[in-house]
């Protein structure tokens, strides 16, 4: 099944939640998803009997431009062998999203991921913390306006 | 004082053959150089050329020197990848936690300076000797098992020069 009738099928059950679609990119095409739908959207995607995306191959973090971060979802069906790509965009100043760990297990250490690196907060998500850098570390690195810190508990950090 | 004199930098033996006469010095610096232990713990890629030294190819049980799970059991520490500042504290820890006389061995390039990562990594420590003291650098990247055997005998020639007299520094 392609993105667009992936599409139609949500715009149909979700009316407001779904923002437009993609296709004229040179990657994958892709839709909007509302912030505080992505898991009603999940479990739908998830469960529904033509489209059946049981796998969530990755979920990423990112700064999308000057003034919002984003997460993309990577969605993948073994029952019937088609791929997803779904966009959720939250303005930086206020950057939360529904987690959608309840639906697939693997989001949960993706989301942790996106928290420590973007500082994307997951509302819902059982366990937020940081994952990869150290707990007390300050600052989120993947932002576009990220400065090295010069010294981290004594270390000399820059070169 | 006639064998005493004899002795400078030589051991001594006797004719019938059961009797050597050597300095403290140089028996306890034979016997820690040929005994190494090395502390496992490997990093990064590193760790898999320390791997392959420590088989049988390039064997580095031939030297003495074999793999202790414990900081409490090591001579020597082999710091075999990339040290990320979350490590660093607990290396720092386990330097501490081994007993003297420790040496340190930086292996590869992020070990040495950084490596790779010296311009971009917010993460990276930029070299190991800015949390403890390291007594040979092993270029390379990785270094391959025959640059990090001459790294080790390196090592062994300076716990050769040791002396009781002076406190390894």
């Known amino acids: 099944m392609e993105t667009n009738e992936v599409y139609e099928k949500l715009k149909k059950v979700f009316e407001d939640g779904i923002g437009e679609l993609k296709t004229d990119v040179p990657v994958d095409p892709f839709f909007f998803v509302s912030a505080d739908k992505i898991n009603a959207v999940s479990l739908f995607l998830r469960d529904e009997e033509s489209l059946q995306f049981d796998n969530l191959s990755c979920l990423s973090g990112m700064d999308y431009d000057k003034d919002n971060l984003a997460v993309v979802y990577h969605l993948y069906s073994y029952v019937h062998h088609h791929k997803l790509v779904v966009k959720v965009v939250v303005p930086k100043s206020n950057p939360v999203v529904n987690t959608v760990s309840d639906v697939w297990a693997a989001a949960d250490w993706h989301e942790r991921e996106a928290y420590d690196l973007v500082g994307m907060t997951f509302e819902g998500h059982p366990d937020l913390r940081r994952i990869l850098l150290p707990e007390d570390w300050e600052g989120h690195p993947l932002r576009k306006d990220y400065k090295v810190p010069e010294f981290y508990r004594g270390m000399k950090v820059p070169y | ?169």
């Open chain 2, 1 to 169: 004082m006639g064998i005493l004199n004899k002795l400078d930098n030589r051991v001594e033996q006797f004719e019938s053959g059961n009797i050597i006469i050597t300095s403290a010095d140089k028996l306890l610096n034979w016997s820690r150089l040929s005994s190494m232990w090395q502390m496992f713990f490997g990093l990064a890629c590193c760790a898999i050329e320390m791997m392959a030294t420590s088989a049988s190819h390039y064997d580095l049980d031939r030297f003495g020197i074999i793999p202790r799970p414990s900081p409490r059991h090591v001579d020597i520490i082999l710091i075999s990848g990339t040290v990320t500042l979350k490590m660093a504290t607990r290396i720092k820890r386990l330097w501490d936690q081994m007993p003297e006389p420790k040496y340190c061995l930086s292996m590869g390039s992020c070990a040495n300076c950084g490596g790779p990562y010296w311009e971009h990594g917010y993460h990276v420590l930029k070299g190991v000797d800015r949390i403890i003291p390291v007594d040979v650098y092993v270029p390379g990247c990785p270094p391959r098992p025959e640059a990090l055997i001459e790294g080790l005998i390196k090592l062994q020639e300076k716990i050769r020069e040791q002396s009781l007299a002076k406190k390894p520094a």
